[in-house]
């Protein structure tokens, strides 16, 4: 785990988006809880698109705006199949709701889990978690950070 302060990643094109992936992946080894910070339109989704695409997801990610939760699925190095949860927690109103929708069993389960709106669940949180942040640099770059 990095101690030294954030890792900053900026992305210029569509096809940074991947790397970015590949790193954050790399980064986090084996935890699979990720909390995506960054205001709307600062691309959550598009980071979460991306890490569907290392992973080989047969689906392509959405944002899961409306139905709060999509599951995508990939084969891990096995050949198994397994499943890859995205949440956007922004319409809901606390943490309540959060656990009235199961929040735990994706924050505690084995599988990749990324939430986009994580604000109203940090006292849930795993230990574990990787924490990035998406900022706006202008309407083509953006900085990514690794907290």
């Known amino acids: 785990m990095n101690t030294s302060g954030p890792i900053e ?4 094109a569509f096809s940074d988006w991947d790397e970015l992936a590949e790193r954050i992946l790399a ?3 084996a935890r699979r809880k990720f909390f995506l910070y960054g205001e709307m339109g600062a691309g959550k989704t598009t980071l979460t698109q991306a890490v569907c695409r290392r992973l080989g997801a047969v689906e392509g990610a959405v944002s899961p705006s409306f139905a709060l939760v999509n599951e995508y699925h990939y084969r891990d190095e096995s050949g198994r199949v397994c499943p890859f949860y995205h949440l956007d927690l922004f319409r ?3 943490e309540q709701e959060a656990l009235d929708i199961g929040i735990e069993d994706y924050l505690y ?3 990749y889990c990324f939430v986009e709106w994580p604000d109203l669940i940090e006292a849930l949180a795993p230990e574990e978690v990787v924490r990035i942040q998406l900022i706006t640099e202008s309407d083509s770059v953006r900085k990514v950070l690794f907290l």
């Not at 990643?9 to 210029?12: C, D, I, Q, R």
């Open 109 to 111: 389960g084995e599988d």
């Open 92 to 94: 809901l109103k606390d």
């Open 9 to 12: 990643f900026l992305v210029y």
């Open 27 to 29: 980064y986090a080894g």
